[in-house]
């Protein structure tokens, strides 16, 4: 195609505007003098002290004498508060040169909240934006999106599609989504008719609880543009020609080069960490990308567990230094102590933050550049109700061995199953404590505690103590969750280890029954 012709196919009306409104506004590369610069770049600061403040205060761990250097990158500061405005801006740049987008088209994505935001931003160039979403959005982020003038489709179901359901179709709870995202399509203007021809392949994307490719496939049926964010290589390329660049330009202006740095990102397409590990890698011809992931079960805004992202096309673990699994649960603490800092950080900032610390805390020492990826705004609401909490429930491992001293006893929980010796030796040895200090109640016990909701006397005698504080571990976390709880509302202070024996180093990757038995009493 000549280029008179790929010319007349761009809309130039749209070029213009777009440039003057977004592009300008984001960080991009720009020619000056014959050398190439990131403009507009995001802050990058120093954040070492006040982590290592965080450490000692929150989690009593003492990373004083740690050779530590910790930059936070600050993408919270970008157009829309949110690092996915870089490859939305990207994708739909190259969407206008080459033609596929031009004015009054309508935009439809899978999003879980922050790149559905940053395409908010084109309705400001009268281009309309159809995010699909999950319900399971916190009420933040669905502000947001209205805010920017997003049609918002909400369904009953995460946004990646469902590990192990590509065989396994539950067609029943397919066909009313269907007819869920029928009606939604209506009520926005969309002919129900040409869903309704296709309304079997529709069904079948359901049954795999891939809202991702129906966003494509409602993009081709009804002649949208879909940016396709979770499988677009430009969603890398904007983060390997631009981001990474520009943290290395960043670091070369404080005496240093990424090339001796460890760069660690929550994981939510794989945009982010697959361009910075290209960069690395053909740059500096190393590895030092650390991705995190929440553990199974935990809800983090944005961001996918571990299996989730096995099944996207971006996740691509060979290119990483390192994968992280972070429990939220004990990361919130540092969230709350960095937002009461005064520092703008997401959910995701501080599953990678804590993951730091966690590397910091068993030696790995070095350097490191944190994607701070978004900031506090849609996340207030969990915020406070997390500072309305005064007493902590679950401690990690980490946590509980490095103040064990402060435990009266560590005491076994659990309604079916109790340790067998080796199950007690795993507990003393990764806490480093005399296997003496370990109580063992009987399931009968913690039966009748959970059922009656009374403290029976064998329990009670078991929790004296001078220092007024116990440390309960189960199999898996949730027994002696579930007890904490009950304790609490006795005015009992104890506190439940995460993930219990099988989460701990010597328990993992091995059959449960070589340390644990069934219950007999």
């Known amino acids: 195609m000549s280029e008179e012709i790929k010319e007349n196919h761009i809309d130039n009306v749209l070029l213009e505007r777009f440039q003057q409104e977004v592009w300008s506004k984001v960080p991009h590369r720009e020619e ?189 049926i009804y002649g949208l543009f879909c940016p396709e964010q979770y499988d677009n290589e430009l969603n890398i390329d904007v983060h390997r020609t631009v981001t990474a660049p520009e943290i290395d330009q960043q670091l070369h202006e404080k005496g240093n080069s990424l090339a001796d740095f460890e760069i660690v990102c929550a994981f939510g397409t794989g945009g982010t960490s697959g361009g910075l590990s290209r960069y690395v890698s053909e740059k500096y011809g190393k590895k030092s990308v650390h991705v995190v992931f929440p553990p199974a079960g935990q809800d983090v805004a944005g961001i996918r567990t571990k299996d989730k992202a096995s099944g996207l096309k971006l996740y691509r673990p060979e290119i990483y230094a390192g994968q992280h699994e972070i429990d939220f649960e004990q990361a919130k603490y540092l969230l709350k102590f960095f937002v009461d800092k005064g520092h703008d950080i997401g959910e995701s900032t501080a599953l990678a933050l804590y993951a730091v610390i966690q590397m910091a805390n068993f030696g790995s020492s070095g350097k490191f550049v944190v994607i701070v990826a978004d900031g506090i705004q849609k996340y207030k609401k969990n915020l406070e109700e997390m500072s309305k909490k005064q007493n902590r429930t679950q401690v990690s491992l980490q946590e509980a061995a490095s ?102 180093p010597e328990g993992k990757n091995r059959n449960p029954s070589e340390f644990i038995k069934v219950a007999t009493e």
């Not at 007024?468 to 189960?474: E, V």
């Open 32 to 220: 000056n003098q014959g050398e190439i610069k990131i403009v507009n770049a995001t802050p990058l600061i120093d954040l070492t002290e006040d982590l290592k403040e965080c450490a000692k205060n929150v989690y009593k761990l003492n990373l004083t004498d740690v050779d530590l250097k910790v930059f936070g990158k600050f993408d919270s500061n970008l157009l829309t508060g949110s690092i996915k405005v870089r490859a939305a801006v990207h994708i739909i740049h190259d969407a206008i040169v080459t033609g596929k987008l031009k004015s009054e088209q309508t935009i439809i994505e899978a999003t879980s909240g922050n790149f559905g935001i940053a395409l908010g931003q084109l309705s400001k160039l009268g281009l309309s934006v159809v995010s699909l979403v999950s319900r399971k959005l916190q009420e933040g982020v669905f502000k947001e999106l209205r805010n920017e003038n997003i049609r918002i489709m909400d369904l009953d179901m995460d946004v990646c599609p469902a590990p192990g359901m590509k065989d396994n179709p539950n067609l029943l709870a397919a066909k009313a989504t269907a007819a869920n995202i029928r009606s939604q399509l209506s009520e926005l203007g969309f002919n129900p008719v040409i869903f309704d021809k296709e309304i079997s392949e529709v069904e079948s994307l359901l049954a795999k609880q891939d809202i991702i490719n129906l966003a494509k496939f409602l993009a081709k």
């Open 403 to 504: 103040k064990v001293d402060d435990y009266d006893r560590v005491i076994w929980v659990h309604t079916q199953y109790t340790p067998r010796e080796e199950g007690i030796e795993i507990i003393a040895k990764s806490l480093g404590i005399d296997k003496m200090k370990i109580s063992v109640l009987k399931a009968r016990v913690i039966e009748q505690l959970l059922t009656t909701q009374q403290i029976p006397e064998e329990f009670s005698k078991e929790l004296e103590g001078p220092k007024g504080k116990s440390l309960l571990i189960c199999m898996a976390g949730n027994t002696s969750l579930m007890t904490v709880n009950v304790l609490a509302g006795k005015g009992v202070i104890t506190e439940s280890l995460t993930g219990g024996i099988t989460n701990l």
